[in-house]
C-alpha cells in the first residue's frame, strides 16, 4: 500500500533552468539514504534517482550538473549513459534501453514538490541530541 505521506518541497521553482543545473535531495529507499535530483526539461520538471541505470552511481559531474553540454540529455558522468530528461529512457551508453527511477514530483505555488511512496519514502531526521545537564 502506497505511503501516502505529505509531499515533500525540494526547491522554488525558479532554481530550475531548462537544460541548466538540477537540484539534489535526499530519500530513503529500502531503509538507506539515497541522493535524488529535480531537473527543468522543455519548461516541465523531472526527478530521478541519482542513480545510473548501467551501475547504480551518482551521476552528476558536478553537485547538479546532469545535463550534458548541449542541454538535451542527462548524461552519467562515470559511465557517459545518455537519458532522456523527460522519461529516464537510456537511449545512448552501455544500458540502452534501461531507464531511470523517477520520482513523483510536481511544480504548484512557486515550487517544486515530491511526493514520497511507499518505495522511495521521505527520509527520518535524525534526532535532536539533548543537551546534559
Request: charge should be negative; glycine fraction near 12%; aromatic fraction near 10%.
Amino acid at each position: 500500500m502506497p505511503d501516502m505521506a505529505e509531499q515533500i518541497r525540494v526547491c522554488e521553482g525558479a532554481a530550475l533552468e531548462d537544460g541548466g543545473l538540477g537540484v539534489r535531495f535526499q530519500v530513503e529507499v529500502r531503509g538507506r539514504l539515497v541522493s535524488a535530483f529535480v531537473v527543468r526539461y522543455a519548461g516541465g520538471v523531472h526527478g530521478y534517482l541519482n542513480q545510473c541505470a548501467h551501475v547504480p552511481m551518482e551521476m552528476d559531474w558536478q553537485e547538479g550538473q546532469f545535463f550534458e553540454s548541449s542541454g538535451l540529455y542527462l548524461m552519467c558522468a562515470t559511465h557517459g549513459a545518455i537519458y532522456e530528461p523527460d522519461t529516464g529512457r537510456c537511449v545512448g551508453g552501455p544500458c540502452r534501453g534501461s531507464h531511470l527511477s523517477k520520482l513523483e514530483v510536481a511544480e504548484r505555488d512557486g515550487a517544486v514538490w515530491w511526493q514520497p511512496d511507499a518505495l522511495f519514502r521521505a527520509p527520518v531526521p535524525a534526532p535532536v541530541p539533548t543537551p546534559s545537564a
